[in-house]
């Protein structure tokens, strides 16, 4: 499994952006990457994802139309870019990867440990 660290999460107010980052241990081009989210006492939610190669991408439908996700295969790192943020919103965000995966799976088999982010009223 390749290894994940996320980074970027943090406190931001309601309305505002934030971006996470995702560097892989190894190269992702051939790895399709993914964003998940898990709020307390909830399950964890499909965020966003984007294809081996940047083929493609698709999105949870909370987040559709203010995030983004994008890739830069030359640095192994996957962004979210957050826009317009909720309360809602504020969850622990998890990276995900899976080689040659599709971006509606949810079977992923390697995960980051997790950034914080928490959105205030």
């Known amino acids: 499994q390749v290894q994940l660290v996320e980074s970027g999460g943090g406190l931001v107010q309601a309305g505002g952006s934030l971006r996470l980052s995702c560097t892989a241990s190894e190269r992702t081009f051939f790895y399709t990457m993914g964003w998940f989210r898990q709020a307390p006492g909830k399950e964890r939610e499909f965020v966003a994802a984007?294809?081996?190669?940047?083929?493609?991408?698709g999105y949870g439908d909370s987040v559709k139309g203010r995030y983004t996700i994008s890739r830069d295969d030359a640095k192994n790192t996957v962004y979210l870019q957050m826009n317009s943020l909720k309360p809602e919103d504020t969850a622990v965000y998890y990276c995900a990867a899976q080689k040659y995966g599709d971006i509606r799976s949810s079977d992923f088999g390697s995960w980051g440990q997790g950034t914080q982010v928490t959105v205030s009223s």
């Open positions: 984007i294809k081996w190669a940047g083929l493609n991408t």
